[in-house]
């Protein structure tokens, strides 16, 4: 067997009419009958992904245009391992494989960045995209994301469900509303079978300016070595580093400013 998304389209009597299928090509046949497979649509765009094909391997088709005219895909992303799942997509930019961002610039897609959490990682549980705003589930909680095709994406806010984590089976974003399920991660998760709808606020409080220190003025000004280290500023071949001398000492140097927060 093969994986296919098939578009329909009303027409003037309002009938829905079958306009085209994106297909994996009968060739290639999925590897397991529950093997996941994620479509999304947006605009022209409609994007296949199949998480296992009979060689082990993940894929992920992007086709651009009318459905009559989806006989070869845009892009193909492929997963060695497997993978791809799941996809989103809205306007120029979509989410392939739970958290790789790609956007579309001059008709032609390319991957842009993860969209990822700094202690969890990339996601890899479920993904919504509207406009500029991105849902990925990590592990028991919703982020959300401020995405633009230009500029880097940025965490705005942490979503979970009321006095317990949120795990997560579907999930959508429309405007600045997200609705998700709940389902049971251990034997007294109360929130299964609940569902929630989550309102972001259109004016979030600031976020910290990220703290940035290339040490390429020669000094390390505000940072202060904790007992028995022994750091200084020291050139490379590429540039200028923070570097650790005594390897008997404490390997820890502390940022010591009031003007920093």
């Known amino acids: 067997g093969h994986a296919e998304a098939q578009a329909f389209q009303k027409n ?17 046949s999925i590897c397991y009958r529950r093997t ?12 296949l992904a199949v ?48 958290s790789q961002l790609y956007r579309r610039s001059g008709g032609v897609w390319a991957f842009k960045e993860n969209l990822q959490r700094e202690e969890y990682g990339t996601g890899m549980g479920q993904a919504s995209i509207s406009g500029n705003l991105a849902a ?65 606020p259109t004016t979030l409080p600031a976020q910290p300016t990220p703290i940035q220190e290339t040490f390429q003025s020669g000094n390390a000004a505000h940072w ?3 007992a028995g280290g022994s750091w200084s500023v020291a050139t490379t071949t590429a540039s200028r580093v923070y570097r650790q001398a005594s390897l008997a000492g404490d390997a820890t140097s502390v940022l010591s400013n009031s003007d920093w927060t």
Do not use: C
């Open 224 to 226: 202060t070595p904790l």
């Open 36 to 47: 996941d497979i994620g479509t999304a649509i947006s605009g022209d765009t409609t994007i």
């Open 12 to 28: 003037s009597s309002g009938a829905w009419v079958r306009g085209g299928t994106a297909s994996s090509a009968p060739t290639t």
């Open 51 to 98: 998480s296992r094909l009979a060689d082990g391997n993940g894929v992920v088709y992007f086709y651009n245009g009318a459905p009559s005219t989806w006989s070869t895909p845009a892009l193909t992303v492929n997963y060695p391992n497997g993978g791809g799942t799941p996809v989103a997509s809205s306007g120029d930019l979509a989410i392939i494989a739970g």
């Open 136 to 200: 990925l589930s990590f592990d028991r909680w919703i982020s959300l994301f401020e995405v633009s095709p230009t500029a880097d994406a940025l965490e705005i806010a942490r979503l979970t469900a009321p006095g317990d984590i949120l795990g997560v089976n579907q999930l959508g974003i429309s405007g600045r509303r997200v609705i998700t399920d709940a389902v049971q991660l251990r034997g007294d998760t109360p929130n299964i079978g609940k569902a929630f709808i989550f309102e972001v």
